[in-house]
């Protein structure tokens, strides 16, 4: 097995790496490329956008540059002026290309031939650095449409990719190259030799000392050490010892030595450890180079030309993912089968008829005691009712859960033995119903119930895991989860999905060194193993609250978010905010967690766990997940019949369909335009010429709604306060809020309030912005990674300071941009000041998928939970509409990528405004700081007391080495 594992591997690596560099699918790097528009010395009919986009499809049909067409290149040369008449000249554009670090920069010329009728094409590739040009293209043809076909066949020539390698290339190489040495140190190791379950049987099934002795021991090197995920990096404790140590027993420094290069060495030869985080690191590239083979390994640029044209550019989706099967799938299929044949071998193969000559015969496996029968009707009947029967009853269906064929050592559950053999699949399994529970591919409306079990085997996989096994085990949770959630992000850009990827993974991994360090090094597990059922959703509210603040804060993918389809648990949201939802659910999932699969104390060790009752110690955790729900549940239905009258206030019309309030003199009227159409993609023109369509047929009386970035970059900031130029007017005798790139001394995200003259009557400035794409801060240390993002396209925009609110007939609206509106404590701020409205302008089309739309939806929704404030969401292609008191999406509304229009008034509610006042507006969030308090407590109090027996380790320490030499 070792050498055919070996010799495999090392030729499908080879092969592999062949094909890195030669063959169809060789890598490719794609440095920047910048194009500017076409002009023309000729006053003469030209096909100048018909040439410019032939361009743009020939770079973009080689696959070999990251494009930066000309639109993009004006709207970031456009943001840095002060004013709106802006003529960008080639001069300009060799500058921004600089300044960006783009290196190449093409330009095209069109004129026509003295004395013919043949068009001439003269296409230029520059060196922004130098600002020369480095090669020269002349093309000539007679036919209008045949000069674009042939500067569309002549740029793969004319440009070449200068080679060399991507990040995801290096890491590819990195992943071969660990493949070679993990094939080389498994060669000579034990790992195929000896079932890890079997192992660990025998490691749990061993009397050993206290777990305060065993840490300050030191055994000898054993001559057989752990193998597989079960010895995963604590293969010197598995071994038992030849001789029971007495208490004296001092290690000299030498052995200690010794001991620690033996166990060392053991992590990463005889276990497999290697073998798992080989499976790990290549699913990972696996996921990533399959998400990008959806949009064909195209970023947006590349993607929005591909659909403008009428030939085929690149590869096709299913070329992608072939190439990506090809690169990774054969090295994971062999790694998957090192996984597990040394788990299953001991149990399935011998089952196998070409492998029962070889089995071995052993001793007969004596009958268990038949538990007495239940049903579930009993159980819950009972367990409802109080009465210790039903607790008899829930014990006897969780012991036959425990059980099942692996169950051959008397003594010892085995859940726990298959958890610890299998942590990977239970990871990788718990990342993929985590993100189930969202909107996705699958289910555009997402799977909120299994949000309720998707912790359970990472929980299992924490409990039964080491410090260094929690870390690795988190952080890859963490990432494929944040991957499968957020895989949209790989439309927008090349860099979007690797930075989420990045970032997830940073936090993941300070959280469970955290958590693991409590748990193994700091304390014993045996001591708070019994109260993990409360540590683990403490701890994962806290970390959901800090990554969701500063800079680089992204509120997304909350586990409560998923929750959004039951109003009578959402309702919870308006005392805790978002985060009692995700405690709920992530307290449920441990309580689940720490019934099943209960961690051993002095009182019950492992000999007793089977049959062990359910003791206060488990019935606690049952009874506060219970009494939680129904007050939960309960409570929801109180709201939900304070709240859901005030839905008749607001009135909703699809199309041009006039509605009377019955309170006109306090109603707002906004007519909300979604024309699908990307304003930084598509022309100015084209986007204004539809908006302006759509919005003739609104009421006189109504405010016209546009979406975020409809009103073209440059206007100037100062026009509000200074009485500067205003921008044009775009709709004559109408009030217009719309999105826009405003401009002056800073460039903003700006949500603008017009009259029909086109003054603005008030503006504000986006406060969050996404960070790297928006916003880079100059003052921070995120200000040294600017070189590496500029070739991606960052706007450099500058964020708002002031939570202003527009005045609209009597009603404060707070206008949030884009994911804004996922922030909770940011929409808190704008109701503490005032606003009785929420109007969010966003552009959701980039994603090209209604699941990243359908994702900001269920995440805005909470918004009005927590506020008791309506919600109106404008946006470019979807999803628009009405969000009312309870978080509820009101029909009618405007689906994904669709054209459409739509009318909504709203009435003043008729409650008392006390009503609307809701704990989460007057606290803030309360509960993730309340929980950070606790758990910092618990922290601090376990810290001393492992300090306190470590000095106490050294004082016998010192005792014993003083009484040695006085002997």
Avoid at 203 to 211: A, E, K, V
Wanted: hydrophobic share 40%; aromatic share 10%.
């Amino acid at each position: 097995m070792k050498r055919l594992y070996f010799y495999a591997a090392v030729t499908i690596t080879l092969v592999e790496l062949f094909f890195c560099f030669f063959g169809p699918i060789a890598f490719n790097s794609k440095p920047a490329i910048l194009i500017t528009p076409a002009s023309s010395r000729s006053t003469a009919a030209l096909p100048l956008q018909e040439s410019e986009a032939a361009i743009q499809e020939g770079l973009a049909a080689s696959g070999s540059f990251l494009i930066t067409t000309p639109r993009m290149a004006a709207e970031q040369i456009t943001m840095k002026q002060d004013h709106t008449d802006l003529v960008v000249t080639h001069g300009d554009y060799l500058a921004h290309a600089k300044d960006q670090g783009i290196e190449r920069v093409v330009s095209l010329t069109l004129d026509t031939e003295p004395n013919t009728e043949y068009y001439r094409a003269t296409i230029i590739l520059w060196n922004s650095i130098l600002g020369e040009a480095v090669k020269t293209l002349t093309l000539s043809s007679p036919g209008y449409y045949d000069l674009p076909r042939q500067i569309r066949s002549q740029m793969p020539q004319l440009i070449q990719s200068p080679g060399g390698l991507t990040l995801f290339d290096w890491l590819i190489l990195l992943f071969f190259l660990g493949q070679i040495y993990a094939a080389w140190r498994l060669r000579t190791s034990q790992y195929f030799d000896t079932s890890p379950v079997d192992l660990l049987r025998s490691r749990l099934t061993t009397p050993t000392l206290g777990w305060r002795a065993r840490r300050l021991r030191m055994d000898p090197p054993p001559t057989l050490e752990g193998l597989g995920s079960a010895a995963f990096w604590r293969a010197g404790s598995l071994s038992t010892p030849s001789s029971k140590p007495s208490a004296t027993s001092v290690p000299t420094p030498e052995q200690a030595i010794t001991t620690v290069r033996h166990r060392i060495r053991t992590k990463i030869t005889d276990s497999g450890v290697l073998v798992e985080v080989l499976l790990g690191f290549g699913g990972i590239l696996l996921l990533f180079a399959w998400i990008y083979a959806l949009n064909a390994n195209m970023d947006y640029v590349r993607r929005f030309i591909t659909l403008e044209s009428s030939f085929r550019i690149g590869k096709t989706v299913t070329e992608a993912q072939t190439e990506a099967l090809l690169r990774f799938g054969p090295l994971l299929l062999l790694n998957t089968l090192a996984y597990l044949l040394p788990r299953l071998s001991p149990r399935i193969l011998p089952r196998l008829w070409f492998f029962q000559s070889r089995k071995q015969p052993g001793p007969s496996t004596p009958r268990r005691k038949r538990l007495p029968k239940s049903n579930l009707g009993n159980t819950l009947f009972g367990f409802l009712s109080g009465s210790p029967s039903g607790f008899s009853h829930l014990d006897n269906w969780l012991v036959r859960i425990n059980r099942s064929y692996t169950s051959q050592v008397a003594g010892l559950r085995p859940l726990w033995i298959a958890v610890s053999g299998y942590r990977l699949p239970l990871t990788i399994l718990s990342a993929l119903l985590y993100s189930l529970a969202f909107p996705s591919e699958s289910s555009l409306s997402g799977l909120p119930l299994i949000a309720w079990i998707a912790l359970i085997p990472l929980f299992w996989v924490i409990k039964t895991s080491s410090f260094t096994q929690t870390v690795f085990y988190g952080t890859l949770f963490g990432v494929m989860q944040g991957i499968m959630i957020n895989y949209w992000h790989s439309t927008f850009g090349i860099i979007a999905l690797p930075l989420s990827a990045v970032a997830t993974a940073f936090g993941f991994f300070i959280y469970m060194v955290i958590l693991g360090g409590l748990r193994n090094l700091v304390y014993s597990p045996r001591v708070l193993g019994r109260h993990d059922w409360i540590l683990l959703p403490l701890s994962w509210v806290v970390f959901d609250y800090i990554r969701s603040l500063g800079f680089a804060g992204y509120p997304w993918g909350y586990i409560g978010v998923s929750q959004y389809l039951f109003p009578r648990i959402t309702q919870l949201a308006d005392l805790t905010g978002i985060w009692g939802i995700s405690f709920l659910v992530v307290l449920f999932n441990a309580v689940i967690a720490h019934v099943l699969l209960p961690y051993p104390t002095r009182k019950t060790p492992w000999a007793n766990l089977p049959h062990i009752p359910i003791t206060a110690r488990r019935r606690l955790p049952i009874l506060t997940i219970t009494v939680l729900l129904v007050c939960t549940l309960i409570y929801g239905q109180i709201r939900l019949a304070t709240f859901e009258p005030l839905g008749d206030t607001i009135h909703i019309g699809q199309g041009d369909s006039t509605l009377q309030p019955s309170e006109p003199d306090s109603s707002l009227s906004l007519y909300l335009i979604q024309q699908n159409t990307d304003p930084r993609k598509h022309s100015t023109q084209h986007t204004l010429s539809r908006l302006s369509n759509l919005s003739a047929t609104a009421p006189a009386h109504s405010v016209i709604v546009w979406p975020e970035g409809a009103i073209p970059p440059g206007v100037p900031t100062q026009s509000a306060q200074t009485g500067g130029s205003p921008p044009p007017s775009y709709l004559p005798n109408q009030y217009l809020l719309s999105g826009a790139t405003t401009t002056g001394p800073e460039a903003h995200n700006t949500a603008l309030y017009l009259n029909p003259e086109g003054k603005i009557l008030s503006q504000y400035h986006k406060i969050k912005l996404v960070p790297i794409t928006e916003h880079i801060p100059t003052d921070s240390i995120w200000s040294l990674l600017t070189p590496l993002f500029l070739p991606f396209h960052p706007h450099h925009l500058s964020p708002g300071t002031d939570y202003q609110l527009h005045s609209m007939d009597d009603w404060s609206v707070a206008t949030p941009i884009c994911f804004e509106d996922t922030f909770p404590d940011h929409i808190r701020q704008f109701v503490r000041k005032g606003a009785d409205l929420i109007l969010v302008l966003s552009n959701d089309y980039w994603s090209l998928t209604p699941v990243q739309s359908m994702q900001h939806t269920i995440h805005a929704s909470f918004r009005s939970i927590e506020t008791r404030t309506p919600m109106v969401r404008a946006t470019t292609s979807g999803l628009s509409g009405v969000i009312d008191y309870t978080g509820q999406l009101l029909e009618p509304s405007i689906g994904f990528y669709t054209e459409g229009t739509l009318s909504v008034t709203l009435e003043n509610p008729t409650v008392p405004e006390a009503t609307l006042q809701t704990l989460y507006l007057s606290w803030g969030d309360w509960l993730p700081i309340a929980a950070l308090i606790v758990f910092s407590a618990i922290c601090l109090v376990v810290l001393l007391l492992r300090t306190s027996e470590v000095l106490l380790g050294i004082r016998r320490y010192w005792a014993a080495g003083n009484q040695n030499l006085s002997r």
